[in-house]
């Protein structure tokens, strides 16, 4: 059982949950510079949660997969889903052993999921293998620093509440040029690689997010599939 196992992602209830929601476009002004128009391409996203992500590249015009480990999120997800009339092929899955075929896709989306897998070196590798030639893996994830600890677990879940307790292993976060290595070795081509983390506070008292001029807390980038 993990705090992903809820199925009140869409109920504007849980802190943790309007905190994943403020992420997004924060995430689109850093991916939608390197994508272009999203309109008709084909993209999964892995470690959808309850689809926030999955939602908002739909509404875009993406035709999209989405899959996460967990079964109550993804129940949410496709709840959400039917009520607003959205195509959206929700699964429960492991990003290790994607049910999807080889080059079945233009952009394979990746937030919020390499800090919390033992076996990035797997993943990286089915989502090679699921991507088109010159496809596009977008990701963020937490840098491996004292800082990024201090703000992600000693603020944000045991000071502030923001997450709870529990959500991160500090132990799994990967600085970029441990990610950059594993993509490398994956036959990825690498781009550039952007700051992205806490900004500020909005009324309701959530973080919000976006760019930031260091990548010590957390990191955002993208990659092109080589085949």
């Given at each position: 059982?993990?705090?992903y196992?809820t199925?009140?992602w869409?109920?504007?209830?849980?802190?943790?949950?309007?905190?994943?929601?403020?992420?997004?476009p924060a995430?689109?002004s850093l991916?939608?510079?390197?994508m272009?128009?999203?309109?008709d391409?084909?993209?999964l996203?892995?470690?959808?949660?309850?689809?926030?992500?999955?939602?908002?590249?739909?509404?875009?015009?993406a035709?999209?997969?989405?899959?996460?480990?967990?079964?109550?999120?993804?129940?949410?997800?496709?709840?959400?889903?039917?009520?607003?009339?959205?195509?959206?092929?929700?699964?429960?899955?492991?990003?290790r052993?994607?049910?999807?075929?080889?080059?079945?896709?233009?952009?394979?989306?990746?937030?919020?999921?390499?800090?919390?897998?033992t076996?990035?070196?797997?993943?990286i590798?089915?989502?090679?293998?699921?991507?088109?030639?010159?496809?596009?893996?977008l990701?963020?994830?937490?840098?491996?620093?004292?800082?990024a600890?201090?703000?992600m677990?000693?603020?944000?879940?045991?000071?502030?509440?923001?997450?709870?307790?529990?959500?991160?292993?500090?132990?799994?976060?990967?600085?970029?040029?441990?990610?950059?290595?594993?993509?490398?070795?994956?036959?990825?081509?690498?781009?550039?690689?952007?700051?992205f983390?806490?900004?500020?506070?909005d009324?309701?008292?959530?973080?919000?997010?976006?760019?930031?001029?260091?990548?010590?807390i957390?990191?955002?980038?993208?990659a092109?599939c080589?085949?």
């Open positions: 059982m993990t705090i196992d199925s009140g869409w109920d504007g209830d849980a802190r943790w949950l309007r905190i994943l929601q403020n992420m997004v995430r689109f991916f939608e510079p390197i272009g128009s999203w309109r391409k084909v993209g996203d892995l470690g959808c949660g309850g689809g926030f992500m999955s939602m908002a590249l739909w509404e875009r015009g035709k999209v997969s989405a899959l996460d480990l967990s079964a109550p999120a993804i129940f949410a997800a496709q709840r959400h889903a039917r009520m607003a009339g959205a195509q959206i092929d929700f699964r429960v899955g492991d990003g052993q994607l049910p999807y075929a080889e080059s079945s896709f233009d952009f394979v989306i990746c937030v919020d999921v390499f800090e919390h897998t076996d990035v070196a797997s993943v590798s089915e989502i090679h293998r699921v991507l088109r030639p010159r496809g596009t893996l990701f963020d994830t937490i840098n491996r620093t004292s800082i600890r201090m703000v677990v000693t603020l944000g879940e045991e000071i502030c509440g923001f997450v709870p307790r529990g959500s991160h292993d500090p132990a799994l976060f990967l600085s970029p040029r441990q990610l950059l290595k594993y993509l490398r070795e994956g036959s990825f081509d690498v781009g550039r690689i952007s700051g983390g806490p900004r500020g506070i009324r309701r008292g959530d973080v919000t997010f976006g760019r930031l001029p260091t990548t010590a957390q990191y955002a980038g993208h092109v080589v085949k």
